[in-house]
């Protein structure tokens, strides 16, 4: 299967994020050789190294853009406040957060 070079468009919360897939090199020179994917909220975009990236990587990271819309990175939570966040988070938003992360694994030919 192709990778995909074009952004892969999303929707959080009713905003769009996209997904860029980028070949080990430009990955690296970018975002560091020390990790396979980056969520960058300001920008509302995820970076993926191609051909380094897992199923669970890509929910990590889409699970990141769902905070963000949600403001955690602004909150001063305790831990059971973030725990609790999640878990609400992933009782609301866990099939558009799978069915996301499908179409992206899809364009990454995972």
Known sequence: MAVSKRPIKFAVCGKEWTAHCLAPSTFSRRHGKKTVAITLCDDKAIYFRIGETS???????????????????????????????????????????????GIIMASLGI
């Open 55 to 101: 199923k669970e990587t890509v929910i990590h990271e889409i699970f990141h853009a769902f905070l963000s819309e949600h403001g955690a990175s602004s909150m001063d939570l305790t831990a059971v406040q973030m725990e609790e966040l999640c878990a609400e988070m992933f009782s609301k938003h866990a099939e558009l957060i799978l069915a996301t992360a």
